[in-house]
T-cell receptor, first 111, second 111 residues
Framework: SQQGEEDPQALSIQEGENATMNCSYK?????LQWYRQNSGRGLVHLIL?????REKHSGRLRVTLDTSKKSSSLLITASRAADTASYFC???????????FGQGTRLTINP | DAGITQSPRHKVTETGTPVTLRCHQT?????MYWYRQDPGHGLRLIHY???????DKGEVSDGYSVSRSKTEDFLLTLESATSSQTSVYFC??????????FGQGTRLTVV
């Protein structure tokens, strides 16, 4: 089974609102990453947070990590139509040399 | 896209035929991955490589084999294609188990 599970599976909001997506995972990790995928294209890396970090910011993105709950959240502030995409979390398990993705959240920003 | 090329980009093949997908990189990254993406399943790891001739199975490796005889190329082979292997296949590369760069994907249809 997949390591990461995103919640919700789909999210639709108005432009300008904030969007929050959550990711839960199962094992101990070295880091957690978030990616974006525009329709039909390859994934693009957004941000990486290490297991010893609790929060990280990059522009309009804010990521939190709670290793005790094995969960992470991605907040996109002041959303724009161009943010419409699918968002995936990915984890790097401790002791494993692989990157495992979740099922993704499909975000739609309505103008 | 970060020096990673997948070929072919589209392929239609018949059930029972062998198929090889190629991932080529010019970044000299150590890690290479093959994922498949299907609706409702996100990205699932098929096989990955952490060096020349060093490969390992992912979560959905049955029916697939890989080879990495040189740093720049990672080949994915479907020994005898089945309809269940109809999917979009993505290759990714990374210097460590950190930020990954994705190819544009290969859309494979098995009829």
């Amino acid at each position: 089974s997949q390591q990461g599970e995103e919640d919700p599976q789909a999210l639709s909001i108005q432009e300008g609102e904030n969007a929050t997506m959550n990711c839960s995972y199962k094992t101990s990790i070295n880091n957690l990453q978030w990616y974006r995928q525009n329709s039909g294209r390859g994934l693009v890396h957004l941000i990486l947070i290490r297991s010893n970090e609790r929060e990280k910011h990059s522009g309009r993105l804010r990521v939190t990590l709670d290793t005790s709950k094995k969960s992470s959240s991605l907040l996109i502030t002041a959303s724009r139509a161009a943010d419409t995409a699918s968002y995936f979390c990915a984890t790097d398990e401790k002791g494993a040399q692989k990157l495992v993705f979740g099922q993704g959240t499909r975000l739609t920003i309505n103008p | 896209d970060a020096g990673i090329t997948q070929s072919p980009r589209h392929k239609v093949t018949e059930t029972g035929t062998p198929v090889t997908l190629r991932c080529h990189q010019t970044e000299n990254h150590r890690y290479m991955y093959w994922y498949r993406q299907d609706p409702g399943h996100g990205l699932r790891l098929i096989h990955y490589s952490y060096g020349v001739k060093d490969t390992d199975k992912g979560e959905v490796s049955d029916g697939y084999s890989v080879s990495r005889s040189k740093t720049e190329d990672f080949l994915l082979t479907l020994e005898s294609a089945t309809s269940s292997q109809t999917s979009v296949y993505f290759c990714a590369i990374s210097p460590g188990v950190t930020e990954a760069f994705f190819g544009q994907g290969t859309r494979l249809t098995v009829v």
